[in-house]
RNA sequence: GGUCCGUUCGUCUAGUCAGGUCAGGACGCCAGGUUUUCAUCCUGGUAACACGGGUUCGAAUCCCGUACGGACUACCA
């Protein structure tokens, strides 16, 4: 076995925050080169000054950290095949290019933007259904294969501005295998040249790929379906730079759907539809425009993994949760589904209530007293443990703990109109004057004595519980929800509840 | 318009390559149970092979067509 190293790379371009279809491309790739005992890379994709967005790198970095993928390679941590960002290897495409030409597969075009505008305008009048600079079209534009070498020479000493594009052949079928979504064929009448270098001294895309891909080694390139359609211009670059033999293996993945009905999904979605597209929050910095965070509104960063490697990817097993050590075990590239998928927020969610559930009460805890801290709450650690007990399996979210568990801090200063009116009668107070009694003559003071104390009493007055029980509810809480009113009453403190029982009798009035 | 791709419960999906279990699971939803309440939880239920042809004893699965959806069609990635 002379098998290669898998190395794979993650190659976003800084445009903006990372939306979560480009987290999962990072996913993807990430557990596919652990589970092979790969390299992961990040290289950055810098090649359009004109998209550059301040900031957008260092959201990419973060987004992954919070995810805990770390690069084995790439910009933020270095490595032997850098630099990882496209803008540093500027000379090295331009070489490259030049290589193209002189092998007779590029030439130099110097079409202005009006000149190419009018000629697909030109096709389109025409109706011919291929409005695009080929093999057929070329012949009659301003390039190095019509203009003699005198002529060419010229201009390239006059500093014309000048594009490098790739030279297809004219009647020739490109076929490559994509790992996902099968074998295909291309022909090439179909396809366009392709620029490969631009005007302003940056390689495209195309070029810049290609040559990175090569020279970092990149075994396998796994990236979204939107490239699926250039993959043909990429084989044959590696074809006419003679590295058909270390092309890499491709794996074009499914998008990620709008939930709600049409297209791939988009930046603009997350607001529209009330839910973050984004890993992290993300301030924009011309605008200020916030969009939110899965972070921010509270996600576990490996509930929101397990959540979104299972769209469009699953293990052929009736397994749904899984920790990424497990996920590095058993992903497999042929398991990635070949249609797109539309994501579930309820799911999400359901997936962060499972985690939470799984989290010691003690984490809990730690996550939870910052908030109590902002609220001006004042709490013994022993006590908060017991609280959190108490209330945890209700919660999806941290955030869920403090409308859940208020009333176990601060006494109500309202009660529930609704509750009021089908629980407080007439006799109600009295009924709880009896209670206060009871409460105020235990010795021992925990749930399971309250319990059976309490309806012991009720029994012997005849009464039936829910006529005692809501009522006592309502002036602990305020309102009808919450864990068994012992559990409250035992860790309010006899001295608490008989407060806010006094309290209510006081206050509330038959409606 | 052209090229390429896709289509199983509302959603994520298993099953398709090697045709033959009442098409399986999860989320959601509904019902019942537990509970003094609200949740959680437990049990059960609802619900899908896009359509039309063909091949075959037999098709979700193979073939053709149609419809619908998507990607690409920039000196953007």
Not at 123 to 150: C, D, F, G, H, W
Not at 372 to 399: H, Q
Not at 487 to 500: D, F, G, H, P, Q
């Amino acid at each position: 076995m002379s098998e290669k190293k898998v190395r794979v790379r993650f190659a976003p371009s800084p445009t903006g925050p990372l939306h979560i279809g480009g987290m999962r491309t990072a996913i993807f790739n990430y557990l596919f080169a652990k589970k092979h005992g790969g390299d992961f890379i990040l290289r950055i994709e810098d090649t359009d000054q004109n998209r550059y967005v301040e900031g957008a790198e260092d959201y990419i970095i973060k987004s992954l950290k919070w995810l805990g993928i770390e690069p084995n390679e790439g910009v933020g941590k270095g490595g032997e095949f850098g630099p990882y960002r496209q803008s540093d290897r500027k000379d090295i495409y331009q070489k490259y290019a030049e290589q193209l030409i002189e092998s007779g597969h590029a030439y130099y075009a110097f079409d202005t933007p009006t000149e190419l505008e009018e000629m697909r305008e030109r096709l389109k009048a025409e109706k011919n259904p291929i409005q695009q600079y080929n093999a057929v079209t070329r012949v009659v534009m301003n390039n190095s294969l019509t203009l003699n070498s005198s002529e060419v020479s010229k201009k390239l000493s006059d500093n014309t501005p000048y594009v490098i594009r790739l030279k297809l052949p004219e009647d020739e079928n490109i076929t490559f295998k994509d790992v996902v979504l099968g074998n295909f064929t291309f022909h090439s009448s179909q396809l366009d040249d392709k620029i490969l270098f631009k005007s302003d001294g940056m390689p495209t895309y195309h070029l810049a790929n290609v040559v990175d891909d090569y020279l970092m080694k990149i075994t396998h390139v796994i990236r979204g379906s939107e490239w699926t359609n250039s993959t043909p211009s990429h084989v044959l670059l590696y074809r006419y730079f003679g590295w058909e033999d270390s092309m890499p293996a491709f794996a074009h993945m499914p998008l990620l759907l709008k939930p709600d009905g049409k297209g791939k999904l988009s930046k603009r979605d997350g607001d529209r539809l009330g839910f973050p597209v984004f890993p992290l929050e993300w301030t924009n910095p011309e605008t200020q425009e916030v969009s939110s965070g899965y972070r921010e509104a509270g996600y576990f960063p490996e509930a929101f993994l397990n959540f979104l490697v299972l769209l469009g990817w699953n293990p052929g097993t009736e397994q749904e949760v899984f920790s990424k050590e497990e996920l590095v075990q058993i992903f497999s590239i042929d398991r990635i589904g070949k249609s797109g998928s539309k994501f579930d927020q309820e799911k999400a969610k359901w997936f962060n209530h499972y985690y939470l559930q799984q989290k010691s009460t003690q984490e809990i805890c730690t996550l939870f007293i910052p908030i109590l801290e902002e609220k001006g709450i004042d709490i013994n650690p022993s006590n908060l443990a017991n609280i959190i007990e108490l209330v945890k399996e209700r919660a999806t979210f941290i955030s869920d703990l403090w409308p859940l568990s208020h009333y176990l801090f601060v006494a109500p200063t309202e009660y529930d109109d609704k509750v009021i009116k089908k629980r407080w009668k007439e006799d109600t107070p009295q009924l709880l004057e009896g209670i206060i009694d009871v409460i105020s003559s235990l010795k021992t003071f925990d749930a399971a004595t309250l319990e059976s104390e309490i309806k012991m009493h009720i029994e012997m007055k005849e009464l039936n519980m829910g006529q005692v029980l809501n009522g006592l509810r309502l002036t602990l809480v305020g309102s009808a929800q919450g864990p068994s009113v012992f559990e409250i009453i035992s860790l309010l403190t006899a001295e608490e509840s008989v407060k806010r029982i006094r309290r209510g009798i006081q206050s509330i009035k038959i409606i």
